[in-house]
């Protein structure tokens, strides 16, 4: 596991990506949050590929929130093509989106989401959300080492 213990924050919209600066900020969530705007540029930072060639590859996230609905690669591809390669099969991915649609929801999870959490759309409600998703994610839960 890296002991940077960095967050992979795959979000388009711009907005949305510095709220959730902003609330791990006020909760005191420290870690390094690397921020990627779309599905095609997850890829290559989780792979080690194109724009992110020179970072190391044996190293991933902690944890990867994905948005679903992203340009160029969708969330669930993304997801799907992060659980076909043996190195990041047991990334911990958490869907995190603005989607209310059940298939979505099954869809995650059938690709092998870990959790799926739908974004408050109050402020307050968002900065819990955050909170609750650093303390689980970064502190709580137990994670095997890479291998």
Known sequence: MSS?????????????AELTRRAFEKNKIANQ??????GE???EYLFATGRYASRSGDSNPTVVLL???LPKVSGLEVLQKLRAEARTRRLPVVVLTSSNEERDLVASYE???????????DFSQFMDAAHQLGLYWLVLNAQPEET
């Open 111 to 121: 690709l092998g989401a870990n959790s799926f959490v739908r974004k408050p759309v």
């Open 33 to 38: 949050l690397v921020h990627v705007t779309d």
């Open 41 to 43: 540029e997850a890829l």
């Open 67 to 69: 948005d679903l609905k």
């Open 4 to 16: 940077t213990r960095t967050i992979l924050l795959v979000e388009d919209n711009p907005d949305d």
